[in-house]
């Protein structure tokens, strides 16, 4: 059977601080700039998540995408919607919450959830031209 990829793509709007707090405001400021704003800050969300896997030949497909769809949205959407990361969500307590990590907890959260068959990927958008991509 042929290997495809499918993709579902999401949204969701937070705030967070990118900050370190061991350092010294200044030292905050000169290495995350303003995202070290102690007032936060929010960005609209792009998600992208990618399922690869062979075509199941009885239904027809890799992973049925209404239910990637209630995925995202249950572990996803619901945690981190209108949320400040920093304050609200449990995950980045003690993780500075960069696209970077918020793209390792994403994914962290679905792997538990997708069949180990099938490869997943998570690609997040923080700004049109700012993103990162973690497939574990």
């Not at 995202?35 to 399922?51: A, D, F, K, Q």
């Amino acid at each position: 059977m042929p290997r495809v990829t499918i993709h579902r793509k999401a949204h969701f709007n937070a705030a967070h601080r990118l900050f370190n707090p061991a350092w010294s405001d200044e030292k905050n400021l000169e290495v995350f700039g303003k995202c070290s704003n102690p007032h936060y800050h929010g960005h609209n969300y792009e998600l992208i998540v990618s399922v690869t896997g062979e075509i199941d030949p009885v239904t027809g497909f890799v992973m049925d995408l209404s239910v990637l769809r209630k995925l995202i949205q249950s572990e996803i959407e619901e945690a981190f919607d209108h949320k400040n990361l920093n304050v609200e969500v449990a995950d980045f307590k003690t993780v500075n919450p960069t696209v970077e990590n918020i793209s390792v907890v994403i994914y962290n959260k679905l792997r538990t959830k997708i069949r180990t068959s099938l490869d997943i990927s998570v690609k997040l958008y923080e700004t049109p031209r700012n993103f990162a991509t973690y497939s574990g």
